[in-house]
């Protein structure tokens, strides 16, 4: 298949009017063809009118059409075979095995959120029936329902080409709920890009959906994402990133005279506990599964465990001399884009440099670009609650160990860290009540907390949470993978004493 390089507004193809962009194999550094020209401020406003026209057409549609849609994009994504991953190859550095994995997880998640449209129970209806002879005042017919909020603009991210970019999941969630959308594609893979907007248009045109149901825009900078986030026309963001990049948004998003929600996942460094008996039980296998857990995708995952806390023992003691053994001999990998290796280098050596902070490890080296060496670090608690920037995250396969000389300590650090996607608890059964004491500080700091396991994986279902307090996510209420994903792109509305002709389809049910 050949790349054009052309925007999607609507159902048409357009060149770009602004400066190009190009997508960079990080493994040799080499440019890419073709250049993929951005797009003007009057094409970004096509865009959203395009959307803001099709919202009605959109959300009154029935939802067995909104289904077939979502279903169609899978099956469009699929068809275009290795074409998809090769090319993802190239603007990434990621294996085939990875990128064929994510395209899985991103055509299940579509099939997912195509099923929750069928079933209709996204709409939350509640049904209060009028009570005209109660006392000592009647009660009106009163009826609630969610509705879509309006069109949406998403930004791809781009640790995750495909299942947090185009198609992913805030697409598939916006789309789901009945919102239009306009997409910004990630400048570190707009080839990626274009085949998975081209299979959404497609899909569009083979179920018949309205026009401007989605757009793909291009663009470096800021210029594209302010101007669809100041357009009145969208009703909300989707946008996965730096905490840099997020706050922006936030603050374009607070800057309109109508303000509209971001919801933004941004940073975590995912602390594991390794309780006592767990630790000593289990030192070897702990270590070698946090190593695992650390260096996969080069550490390229928001859900990556940059932060070990354990209580000081000879365990822990073991615990660090067997992952800096293993992390010593391990290879450096290639990161997704020179600018996240170079924000690595700079992260990795401001942690260095830390008061208080001991070095353990450092991968092997190696003469090719944009490759991260797996660095490890030690550094008491003490020194880490009186030095902030130590939470701060550092995007790759980075981790930092916290010596706790008791359970008061833990305490403290949990209780200082600031809001994570997610918290890993490794634990046996002596360590129960040590660990019932933590679960509610947990519980506060964590959209997720995992039992025995590693946080580098997060499953497509309806009970994920893929969220969490401030910075991890602009908005604790929402998670950005599962199916309770849709709920952050629909409001409810009552309907009071409405005529029945009036009522919308689900809220007629039981009326009479």
């Given at each position: 298949m050949t790349l054009n390089a052309q925007l999607l507004l609507g159902s048409r193809a357009a060149s770009g009017e602004a400066a190009p962009i190009y997508g960079i194999n990080p493994a040799t550094n080499e440019r890419l063809e073709p250049g993929y020209a951005g797009a003007s401020p009057a094409q970004v406003a096509e865009a959203c009118a395009l959307a803001d026209a099709a919202f009605e057409p959109y959300r009154h549609g029935s939802l067995a059409a909104r289904a077939a849609f979502l279903d169609a994009i899978a099956e469009q994504i699929l068809s275009l075979g290795n074409t998809l991953i090769e090319r993802a190859m190239l603007e990434t550095g990621l294996p085939r095995a990875r990128l064929e994995g994510e395209r899985a997880r991103t055509v299940g998640q579509l099939r997912l959120f195509a099923e929750v449209v069928r079933t209709g129970d996204w709409q939350g209806v509640r049904i209060d029936p009028a009570q005209p002879d109660r006392?000592?005042?009647?009660?009106?017919?009163?009826?609630l329902q969610y509705i879509p909020l309006g069109p949406v603009a998403v930004f791809g991210a781009s640790n995750f080409?495909?299942?947090?970019?185009?198609?992913?999941?805030?697409?598939?969630?916006?789309?789901?709920?009945?919102c239009p959308v306009v997409v910004k594609a990630h400048s570190a893979h707009p080839g990626t890009s274009e085949l998975v907007g081209r299979a959404v248009a497609a899909a569009a045109r083979e179920t018949e959906m309205p026009e401007g149901v989605?757009?793909?825009?291009?663009?470096?900078?800021?210029?594209?994402g302010q101007a669809l986030v100041a357009d009145p026309r969208i009703k909300a963001v989707g946008f996965t990133g730096s905490q840099a990049g997020g706050r922006a948004l936030l603050a374009a998003a607070q800057a309109r005279p109508e303000p509209?929600?971001?919801?933004?996942?941004?940073?975590?460094i995912n602390p594991m506990l390794l309780l006592p008996t767990a630790l000593a039980n289990r030192t070897e296998t702990l270590a070698s599964g946090f190593v695992g857990s650390l260096q996969l995708g080069a550490g390229q995952f928001c859900t990556n465990p940059g932060l070990i806390l354990g209580l000081d023992s000879p365990r822990l003691d073991r615990f660090a001399e067997l992952v800096t053994q293993i992390l010593t001999q391990a290879e450096a990998q290639t990161m997704l884009t020179p600018g996240i290796h170079k924000a690595y280098e700079e992260g990795v050596n401001s942690l260095s440099r830390a008061e208080g902070i001991k070095s353990l490890a450092t991968g092997l080296g190696s003469t090719d670009p944009n490759r991260c060496q797996p660095q490890l670090f030690r550094t008491t608690a003490l020194h880490f609650l009186?030095?902030?920037p130590l939470q701060q995250e550092v995007f790759g396969a980075c981790a930092l160990i916290v010596s706790c000389q008791d359970e008061d300590e833990l305490v403290m650090v949990i209780t200082a860290l600031e809001g994570q996607l997610t918290a890993t608890v490794h634990m046996d059964e002596p360590d129960s009540e040590l660990a019932r004491k933590l679960l509610p500080l947990l519980e506060r700091k964590a959209g997720r907390v995992l039992f025995n396991g590693f946080p580098t994986g997060v499953e497509v279902c309806h009970a994920m949470v893929h969220g969490g307090p401030w910075p991890a996510t602009s908005d604790s209420r929402t998670t950005s993978v599962g199916s309770a994903a849709i709920q952050r792109f629909l409001r409810p509305v009552c309907y009071q004493d409405c005529p029945p002709e009036l009522l919308p389809e689900a809220l007629q049910v039981g009326r009479y």
């Open positions: 006392s000592p005042l009647p009660r009106a017919d009163l009826r080409p495909l299942a947090f970019s185009v198609a992913g999941g805030d697409t598939a969630s916006a789309l789901a709920a009945g989605f757009s793909l825009t291009y663009g470096s900078g800021s210029i594209v509209i929600p971001v919801y933004a996942e941004m940073s975590s009186a030095n902030e």
